[in-house]
């Protein structure tokens, strides 16, 4: 897969000290604007498109930060971070999405070996990770999307705060239930991506990679009649089950993000561990109608490509479609960046890719 071109990404002093720049996790296109996130903070950046005369996107700038804590209230409080790692977009609302993972400590260099080897074996829980915040998007007057607390009857609201979140749902999933207490980087449970499609959303999951298969679950979402600050999961389908899981074969990797494409599913999919590729780009097709299968194999997805990736660096974490033709292009947003894609002015490069057919 040929990158064909890259487009900086300019943010602002105090997102550039916070480093959400070089640590993207998640991105979505909304007209002229993106929606980006970083997994070290507990916000999300708008940023919007500067195009040359034929209408492509040379740089996105102009940022806003929209703060989660002042929309949503925060299990942890708003100076946690919240590892946001998918956007979605669909029907006026704009989804974000934690990891809902558990953390192992890091070894940090020049510590006694006592000390490394009491870090790796501490697991610590970050309760803003283990969130889904729905939030109303209404057009300012400049013409661009705004997140908004109220918009009439939509209020911002969120699923996470009363032992309710996702990976409750699954405490007793037989599949998925075994590594809820597993950290992420241990093939643990990890959402990596969000995708949202009518009144679905299609939660992926960088681990646990299953035998080589990948897990996507879908739910969906709805307003919580006891207060409209908060979610609840309604059944999907025709019977009470709460949430489907559909298992993919992507030959051993995990899901880094999703990206709805009509009713296709374009998968950004990598490594589920903490290992560097390959990477690639999947398109599930008609994965966003009800009768979706939950069983994929390998033949019924269609690889559309490799991505490049550095050694240590240039993770490539979000995927998002461009509403420039003709052909389909996608903007590739990487956390970790490698000194290359830092710009002199502070930003960073992402990369827009044209998908074959």
Known sequence: ????????????????????????????????????????TATIERLTATVDADGRVTGYDAQATIALA???????????????????????????????????????????DAKSRKRLATVVREDNRYILARLP??????????????????????????????????????????????PSKDNGIDIEGVAAHGDRLYIGLRGPVLRGWAVLVEIRPGADPSDPRKLRPLPVGDGRDLYRTHFLDLRGLGIRDLCPHGDDLLVLTGPSMDLDGPVRVVRWRNAARTDAAEIVPAG?????????????????????????????RVLIVYDSPSPKRLTTGGGVLADVVTLPG
């Open 300 to 328: 019924e997805l269609e690889v559309l490509g490799d991505l490049p990736h550095g050694d240590g660096d240039d993770h490539a974490e979000g995927i998002a479609v461009l509403d420039e033709g003709p052909g389909t």
């Open 1 to 40: 897969m040929i990158v064909e071109r890259q487009v900086e990404l300019r943010f602002g002093v105090e997102s550039r000290e916070a480093e959400t720049h070089t640590n993207l996790s998640a991105v979505r296109q909304d007209g002229r604007c993106l929606w980006v996130a970083g997994d070290e």
């Open 70 to 112: 002042d929309l949503v209230p925060l299990p942890a409080g708003a100076d946690e971070e919240a590892d946001i790692e998918g956007l979605g977009r669909s029907n006026g609302w704009l989804w974000a999405v934690g990891s809902h993972s558990l953390k192992r400590k890091k070894i940090k260099p020049g510590q006694s």
């Open 137 to 182: 998007l209404v057009t300012g007057d400049d013409g661009l999307p705004r997140v908004v607390r109220e918009d009439g009857d939509r209020t911002a609201a969120v699923l996470g705060l009363d032992g309710d979140s996702i990976t409750d749902l699954l405490a007793d999933d037989p599949h998925l239930a075994p590594f809820l207490s597993i």
